[in-house]
């Protein structure tokens, strides 16, 4: 496959947040991608590597990873527990990132306010996005999962 065809697929493993040859970095946001750097250098100091597993998505990976996710789940509801649709997920605007290994998303977890990087969802505990205001004040509480999480709901209003 093509690098163009692949542009917006998954990652391969051990990609760094400066790996910007995969668009699944180079099109993060570039606030949270400043954040996630000084992270990354910040834990290689601790001796913990923050790899990448899922970054920017297109719409078409997104939408297949949720067909998978209905197919694996049995049902659109259950799926919406894991993946978001392509016009809602955090991944397509480039405002979320998955860290991995398990360990590595673990000291994220406990360091990242100070980047203001924050897990939202409690059933995703490698699913990060920038929070500024978490630097100063925390971050926020973590929605069970994302079908509480009321920027995804169906029902949210949409503009125009």
């Known amino acids: 496959?093509?690098?163009?065809?692949?542009?917006g697929d998954a990652l391969p493993g051990g990609v760094?947040?400066?790996?910007?040859?995969?668009?699944?970095?180079?099109?993060l946001g570039p606030d949270l991608l400043r954040a996630l750097r000084a992270a990354t250098a910040d834990a290689a100091g601790d001796g913990v590597e923050l790899r990448v597993n899922g970054g920017w998505r297109s719409p078409a990976y997104q939408d297949r990873l949720l067909r998978e996710a209905v197919a694996r789940h049995g049902s659109a509801e259950e799926a919406a527990r894991w993946v978001a649709t392509p016009d809602r997920s955090a991944h397509v605007?480039?405002?979320?990132?998955?860290?991995?290994?398990?360990?590595?998303a673990a000291w994220l977890s406990e360091h990242g306010?100070?980047?203001g990087l924050c897990q939202i969802y409690r059933n995703e505990p490698w699913h990060f996005e920038l929070r500024p205001e978490a630097v100063d004040g925390g971050c926020p509480p973590m929605y069970a999962d994302p079908t509480h999480d009321p920027r995804l709901s169906t029902r949210a209003a949409r503009p125009g």
């Open 1 to 7: 496959m093509s690098p163009t065809a692949a542009a």
């Open 16 to 27: 760094t947040v400066f790996d910007d040859q995969h668009p699944g970095v180079a099109n």
């Open 93 to 104: 605007s480039g405002e979320a990132v998955d860290i991995g290994p398990a360990g590595s």
């Open 113 to 115: 306010a100070r980047y």
